[in-house]
């Protein structure tokens, strides 16, 4: 058995295994397959500074990228197992018992485990031994044997695309996203779709609404598979520091009756000049009503909150209790919640990062104190209270623009605080003033534009934000570790 021969029958192997594994978890009916659960785990003990590196550089796109990265490792090392296998059988079964237990590790460490899990990669395990008898039978190489190898091949080839697709097709999990799909429409839910408000929006072609439609609004979470939670299911166990424990249901949100708040939500993942920033109009339950009702503790500063797929966050008490639209959301622009930002309820509170805050898939809160507990970003270095910095983006121009007069135009922020003006200069020269749109409270982004009178050549442009009290926004560039970036956004233009 050639060394290439080698490598390949254990890569084809490990193919076959995933296939297998997904295939079960389909017919076990998992809300998680063992590949998934690798690839959570992968996320879980992935450093801080590492995990904002990936972001930094492929944002949104880095579950697919885990997942991508999980299932070449798998690969690779079935190849190895493969090399190993005619030479050194030991090491080459001791691999396979190595990933076995690697992912059944992984499965059972969710939230959500079941022996079955554990069975899958078992029998996985299992497959990748079977394929490698299968493949390398220990002839010698030749002619008839190289011919014998690639049919061999081809059968398993062939078997584990089948085995795959059926997976896939016969998936439990897909049926469930249809399931969930279907209860989210059917909802009719005591919302009405409210209107934006006059003057916010300057409409000016090209530039980012200031309202953000649900399929553009950025996406931040650590999940590679999207809790799917029927809100007939749901509930929200409230206890720690309190008076008196309580359960509610996605009806008692109901009964309570939904307010609708217009919030700005931002990731502190986002760059200076960054995308990861969306505004919408949230409806759900004040969350200082809740905390009111079960009575909080003297002593507590914390709102420790989970999300049904284990993610936490640790939310400053007093930002949920001072009377700010700190809301538990069932709606964003007027509909239910898409499943990718929480359906059914999630958490939105303005003033603050996400990831002190917006926990999506809500359904555990502890009343408690910082001290006592760490959260999942906390534990990576960021920091524990994650307040909103004073911010401003450039939107227009893009790139390059004929000389004469250009319009630049841009947004900013500061939840809770709002923004008193935007300043902008070309080239390091003086600061000019900006028009700012209306905005309905302190707690959206605001439109801001300025006329340019542009000369040909290669332009810089700045612009900065000042609060509504008066503190502007800070040059000193910095990192979005640890509570988010700051610095002047700038951007090149060539006028033509």
Avoid at 72 to 94: D, E, F, H, N, Y
Avoid at 250 to 261: M, N, S, V, W
Avoid at 467 to 474: H, L, M, R
Wanted: glycine content about 10%; proline content about 5%.
């Amino acid at each position: 058995m050639t060394r290439r021969r080698g490598f390949a029958s254990g890569v084809l192997a490990a193919a076959a295994a995933v296939a297998v594994s997904e295939a079960l978890a389909a017919l076990f009916n998992l809300r998680e397959s063992p590949v998934l659960a690798l690839g959570q785990t992968v996320i879980r003990l992935t450093p801080g500074g590492i995990a904002e590196a990936i972001i930094g550089v492929v944002g949104t796109k880095d579950k697919p990228l885990a997942v991508a990265s999980v299932l070449a490792a798998i690969l690779l090392l079935g190849g190895l197992a493969g090399l190993w296998w005619s030479t050194r059988r030991t090491w080459s079964i001791g691999l396979v018992i190595a990933l076995v237990v690697a992912a059944a590790a992984a499965v059972i460490g969710r939230p959500y485990a079941y022996g079955a899990g554990v069975i899958a990669c078992i029998l996985a395990g299992l497959v990748v031994v079977a394929v490698l008898i299968a493949l390398q039978p220990g002839e010698a190489v030749t002619e008839s044997g190289r011919r014998e190898f690639l049919r061999t091949a081809a059968v398993i080839a062939v078997a584990t695309v089948i085995v795959g697709g059926a997976g896939e097709l016969l998936g439990s999990r897909r049926r469930r996203r249809q399931e969930i799909e279907r209860v989210r429409e059917s909802l009719r839910l005591p919302t009405r779709g409210v209107a934006v408000p006059s003057g916010v929006d300057f409409g000016v072609k090209d530039q980012p609404r200031w309202l953000t439609p649900n399929d553009e609004f950025y996406v931040i979470d650590t999940v590679l598979s999207k809790p799917l939670i029927d809100p007939n299911e749901w509930e929200l166990r409230i206890h720690g520091m309190v008076d008196r424990e309580m359960t509610l249901t996605y009806q008692d949100l109901l009964d309570r009756g939904l307010k609708d708040a217009w919030i700005t939500l931002c990731c502190v993942s986002n760059p200076v000049g960054g995308d990861l920033i969306g505004n919408a109009t949230w409806s759900g339950v004040p969350i200082k009503d809740l905390l009111e009702e079960v009575g909080v503790q003297a002593g507590a500063d914390a709102l420790l909150s989970t999300s049904a797929d284990g993610w936490n966050c640790g939310t400053p008490l007093e930002a949920l209790m001072d009377g700010r639209d700190a809301l538990l959301a069932l709606t964003m622009n007027g509909e239910p919640l898409p499943v990718a930002h929480g359906f059914p309820v999630r958490q939105v509170v303005p003033g603050l990062y996400g990831y002190v805050s917006a926990t999506k898939w809500v359904t555990d809160w502890e009343v408690t104190r910082f001290q006592d507990f760490s959260a999942y970003w906390t534990q990576r270095g960021w920091g524990p209270l994650g307040p909103i910095k004073t911010q401003a983006r450039i939107d227009l121009p893009r790139g390059s623009a004929e000389a004469g007069k250009v319009m630049v135009a841009g947004v900013a922020w500061q939840q809770q605080v709002g923004i008193s003006s935007v300043e902008v200069r070309v080239d390091g020269g003086p600061w000019q003033k900006a028009t700012l749109a209306k905005v309905p409270n302190l707690d959206t982004w605001v439109q801001w534009t300025w006329q340019w009178d542009a000369e040909p050549g290669e332009h810089t442009i700045e612009a900065r934000a000042t609060n509504s009290e008066g503190e502007p926004q800070t040059s000193k560039i910095a990192d979005v570790l640890p509570d988010g970036a700051t610095g002047y956004p700038g951007i090149r233009v060539s006028i033509t």
